[in-house]
């Protein structure tokens, strides 16, 4: 199975609440991703797990919290959500160090904010 | 400034027509990948390139990495070729950057 999942497909949210959303794979990939992609822009990578430990992108370091409780699962969390945030966010993941990293994407969640 | 930059923006061809996407990159690569996403899916990686010519089907993917360019070759196109091309450039260090996508339209 190479796939990944994302939950839910579409979320609505309201400014100012918060925002927690699901990846999962079991394909045993030690590197997941969180890009977010707006319309006609390229998808912008946000943070990612490499095994345990996380990195985040400098200029979202304080937009966007995750966790990765097992290998198989990762989320991605929006402490209060603005207008700024509707997009689409997508979930990656990575085996590292095979010389042919491919990444797998899921289909990603619609989140609008209003 | 960005760091992939992909062209063309968007593209019509007719049926049975060849097209030529392409990705410059400014800086240092590990490898260019490059994806296909149709209306509503997920995007599929199509190839991992860190230098040459690759093969699949119709398609091709080269990469030049002293010029810093890496380009998709579509042959014989087919309306289901249709929609969206990104390419993404891999820096190491497990990072990943996209340029904004080539939208691909074929017509019967």
């Known amino acids: 199975d190479t796939t990944v999942k994302q939950n839910p497909r579409y979320k609505l949210a309201r400014v100012g609440k918060p925002v927690n959303l699901i990846c999962s794979q079991t394909?045993?990939?030690?590197?997941m991703y969180w890009y977010q992609k707006k319309p006609n822009q390229a998808p912008k990578l946000l943070l990612f797990?490499?095994?345990?430990?996380?990195?985040r992108e400098a200029d979202t370091f304080e937009k966007f919290q995750s966790s990765r409780p097992n290998n198989s699962f990762c989320s991605l969390y929006i402490g209060s959500a603005g207008l700024e945030y509707s997009a689409m966010y997508l979930c990656?993941?990575?085996?590292?160090?095979?010389?042919?990293?491919?990444?797998?994407f899921g289909h990603g969640t619609k989140l609008s904010v209003l | 400034g960005q760091q992939v930059q992909q062209s063309p923006a968007s593209l019509v061809l007719q049926e049975g027509e060849n097209a030529e996407l392409q990705c410059n990159f400014s800086?240092?690569?590990?490898?260019m990948q490059w994806f296909y996403q149709r209306p509503g899916g997920s995007l599929v990686s199509l190839f991992y390139n860190p230098s040459g010519t690759k093969h699949s089907g119709r398609l091709t993917s080269t990469t030049v990495i002293k010029e810093r360019r890496s380009s998709l070759h579509i042959s014989s196109s087919q309306t289901t070729d249709s929609g969206t091309y990104l390419c993404?450039?891999?820096?190491?260090?497990?990072?990943?950057?996209f340029g904004a996508g080539t939208r691909l339209k074929v017509i019967a």
């Open positions: 800086t240092s690569l590990n490898s």
């Open positions: 990656a993941s990575s085996r590292a160090g095979q010389g042919n990293e491919r990444l797998f």
């Open positions: 797990y490499y095994d345990k430990i996380l990195n």
């Open positions: 394909m045993n990939h030690d590197t």
């Open positions: 993404a450039l891999d820096t190491g260090n497990y990072k990943y950057v």
